[in-house]
């Protein structure tokens, strides 16, 4: 996990600004034999496209992925791996660079533009340039490949909180989540949350939003003690999602508020002498390697820090200023991070399911 | 950031298991020339130390660290570093084996004992073995040398919560933090807490925590954009803790509640052209990377898993049994994790540091 | 230096195949406010570009370089590095795949191929596919990155042995070198290979050679006890390397048959209080850690595998075979090895001084 | 690799200077299960002790290893490894710092005082500290437990060359290596070595090594295209070895001398579908990749450093002055490079067994 790449036996480096030519990944470690083409990876991006809907940033591309290397047809003429490094590329087609020059010596509160700059001394300042939403893009398509690495689990997220709303809990369900645009699970708050979106759109304000990515079906024994812990890359690796705040696995921070007796996941024997657990405050990782249980994390986003409102700045030359952020932008960036999200947990999962096998076989 | 090793730069690898003859860590990366002792080392030590009060776990180990290389003695009479690898170490002395026959079969709950099986078929079951919350002196230890990297950094935790109880935050008061054994800086809710503690220990109970850390004089420009991210090593880091379920930075969860105008940490000009933030709901970073505010982050520990009521378990043939963790144990091992929290904010700090100036110059 | 990355804090990631639609290098952790062009990666690609003679593979791709990332135009308008990936892109044109259908089925010896699929259980084998020599063009685009990261060195390489014909030491003059195709510093030496090419080529045989790579400019202190010694990553990248069997620093081999006293390099002292030394055995290099002399490495191609006379070998099936290699081919890969001998020497240093400087200051 | 550790799932730090407290290696990344006690350790050690024949260095350590961590007794009463890092600990007993005091402020031609001191602005000079021949006991202890990770493969390593004097290769016997003090495997040149030297060692001279070691049955399959290579990493490893020089593998430098003809292995089908091969130029290693033939590599010791001549030098202050190295020290470093050169070969194995599981299955 260093610079711009994460993982250690399944590594994804990613590179790109919003408005340079591309961004993309290369995917290196990725084992071989596993069919993989652009079309899938095309319909993992698809689920994190900006412009589906009037909540999401009206730039409109079409996220057009293509392999670069690492696949070749074998011989039954399906593409698959060649545990070569696969680099993916996204072409950046619809930059509309004129909207984003007045933010050139301008630092935009909440964005990275001050801290890039005390940095680097110099930045892409085009629509976020590396710090853009838009890298999160090469995440996805990444995730594509992470997912098919660890076939046998599944990964799924979804939004359970806007603002202060949440969803009601005993309302879950996993098949509304892709039924509306906000990957809601609880389609009486999606109501509500479409309201309150519409409002924050129209004031030009944002709102915040919390995530739950779960992973099911991954055995017991993936992760590693102490430094490369399960819940330690996951924390990591959902923190590194732009504008992601906290992260939590299992019961979270509310564990903080739990009696010994009521947090500790009690156990039964399984049919196949495996534990059956009678809760799971843990989120499915004891000490740092899974259970067997499901996998739960949960990450805030904060509210898009591009508002409508002017907000006190300062400019490059040290200057008093202030600064109103135009063009297209979403109300609630939190939402098109459940793709994300959900692609950073196939991403650490991959990783960690090949480093248990190459440790323990 | 793998297995047992953190960092990148300033890398830090350890080992040990609680009752095994000791536990250490390697501090590779180290910088030459600054002055350290055993002395510093088990001062830090100190603060973390079992049997200190009625509330952590009765363990009297005087943690008596050696180094055991990468000092000298330079011009001037004093021991400094000599840029090669520091190993520190700390003699196991009080183990009470016997203690811990009752666990080596079976698994307790909210501790790592079936993780560990099922991923290695084989654990050092004694007090927790590499699980246990032992490990954590060495961190602290590698941390001592860690603070000496980031000299001009000011490192500092609290207890904020124990329970679902807070302090208030009007009375947060940083110089009471060392005049309790709770690591509470509002001493009201420390009189309260000794209360819930003293409670939980009675009834065999016990009651999970929160801990914020924070560092002050971090100048702007340090961590990395996408996956070096300072928060995410950060959030790494402290998830990595033993029994840490959830890191937040600057707001955190609550940034997913308010409005993008009440997010956004405004700026105006310093006297030395630097931003002067006028709130920090960022908590210090920015696109990863620091922005010259104070950094500060929270992070949520689950009640001590050994307590005195029985809970159901299975044994290592999969039968059906009950458990009851007896021995020395803390009720709330979150306090214990205040000097841990602040050692790992400073490997992160150190590491990002020397990464910074290696890149940037 | 993991899979297909190398370097620490400069760290390079290479991707692609001979035949697939692109390669290219990911060149993460290089420092802000360095001026970059495509030209400049062109202009060193060049060097290395086959068709510029006989005696290299006829393959004529323009090699033309795209910079896909990690460039900004700075306010002076220079085109400058901004702290994050360059991605660079070099598409494969001239892609004769016919050529390669005999070979599909057949392992040729002295290639990657049995190895390749021994590991993977697929191969692109087209033109070689990811072992083909033609990576070693994203090598030379991400070595003219790193040539500007340490742009106070000045880093050469030239032939000095064809076979068993060596260059005369007496005569080697570096402004030869770029006035023969065989980047050879003895003129004479020149013309003889030149027939010994044309008879390897007329008898569609191939010969070996050496290298010599040179860096002058390097302070004392680059590099790093044990592990990360600058001669053992020098040793790494100079055999990672198409076709090289060998590598040496200094008096190499033939320091073995030297006495201690002719070996030791002795030292007086210079203007400046730093050491002028009488010889350079070490090759620059004591202790894994420069010594301000010029670092000289020597590596040995193997004659290039692709030849004329039928060779024995076994089918993918398991049968036995012959093959003969036809195609576009170099007589003497060793030639275009050396610029990418210099692009790896670049690479090395780069990340040396980068570690250097951010652990020392 | 980087600074003080070697290996990427299984790694290797080590620690510890000439005449510090201990010296050692954590081992991380070892698989668990496998029957490991310090007896075996000590007896791998032993095979490197200096002191044992009087051609090596007189210093009398009994190089007597704890076991600090990572092992366990498993239900057979065998002890184990157990998944966690195991540290190993060598204490330095035998240190005669008095011998050392003249050469604290004069730097040794041929030894790394001036580069260290020029790097790290202090260094610990009793014997030589970290840079002393005596690091390599962590390295020999830790390559014991990587030859238990691949206990199939047997490595094994000879000296073949002292000063210019080479064995004759058609008396090479494995079974000779074992029977004298020199590892040699021809008997001949080991009773000429003898003499040669008594010989530099009455002159206070030191001459010169070339060691072979190679492993026999990795299976085809181990290793990594590109930067990963198992040759690269070979040559990292064995160049990382003090006083080492030159790596070769195969054929090495001799391969540039041959046509492309000679040099192919052409391939045979062998009973099981695997490839037989007629010769084996290539070392055991094409594309970076086992191919399931013996891995052969050689590399070139320089002469000891420390002579008993006057050597011109220069002193800390930047004067001129002279020096005579006195003290224990072996005439021919070399010797004891077999065992650690054997180490280095087992831990990369080992390393690149695991991360081939990982990545293959």
Request: hydrophobic share 20%; proline share 7%; net charge positive.
């Given at each position: 996990m260093s610079h711009n790449c994460f993982g250690h036996l399944f590594r994804v480096t990613t590179f790109g600004e919003s408005h340079g030519p591309a961004l993309g990944a290369v995917v290196d470690g990725c084992p071989p034999g596993i069919e993989l083409t652009a079309a899938e990876i095309r319909h993992a991006l698809e689920r994190r496209r900006?412009?589906?809907?009037?909540?999401?940033?009206?730039?409109?591309?079409?996220?057009?992925?293509?392999?670069?290397?690492g696949v070749f047809t074998d011989g039954n003429g399906r593409q698959v791996t060649t545990g070569t490094p696969i680099a993916l590329m996204i072409d950046n087609t619809d930059q509309r660079t004129k909207d984003y020059n007045e933010i050139a010596n301008k630092f935009r509160p909440g964005h990275a533009d001050y801290a890039y700059d005390a940095k680097y001394g110099i930045r892409d300042y085009r629509g976020g340039?590396?710090?853009?939403?838009?890298?999160?893009a090469a995440r996805v398509a990444a995730g594509a490949v992470a997912r098919k690495v660890v076939a046998g689990v599944s990964i799924r997220g979804a939004l359970v909180q806007i603002g202060a709303d949440r969803i009601d809990r005993e309302r879950f369900d996993w098949s509304e989540v892709e039924r509306n645009s906000l990957f809601c699970p609880d389609p009486r708050a999606a109501r509500r949350w479409e309201d309150s979106l519409d409002e924050a759109r129209r004031a030009g304000s944002s709102v915040g939003a919390v995530i739950e990515v779960i992973a099911e079906g991954v055995p017991a024994g993936w992760g590693a003690p102490i430094y490369g812990k399960l819940d330690a890359e996951l924390a990591s690796a959902l923190m590194s999602i732009n504008a992601v705040k906290g992260v939590e696995i299992g019961a979270g921070f509310a564990a903080a508020e739990l009696s010994g007796e009521a947090n500790a996941d009690e156990m039964r024997s399984g049919n196949d002498g495996r534990a059956v657990f009678l809760s799971n405050h843990a989120g499915g990782v004891l000490g740092g390697i899974s259970t067997g249980q499901t996998i739960v994390a949960r990450f805030a986003v904060k509210p898009t820090s591009s508002i409508l409102t002017p907000r006190l700045t300062i400019d490059s030359l040290g200057g008093d200023t202030e600064i109103v952020t135009k063009g297209r932008h979403d109300p609630c960036v939190g939402i098109r991070a459940v793709p994300v999200g959900e692609a950073m947990m196939a991403i650490v999962l991959a990783d960690q399911f090949l480093r248990h096998r190459g440790q323990v076989g």
């Open positions: 900006p412009g589906q809907s009037r909540f999401t940033t009206q730039r409109r591309e079409p996220d057009d992925v293509k392999i670069l290397s340039g590396r710090a853009s939403a838009r890298e999160t």
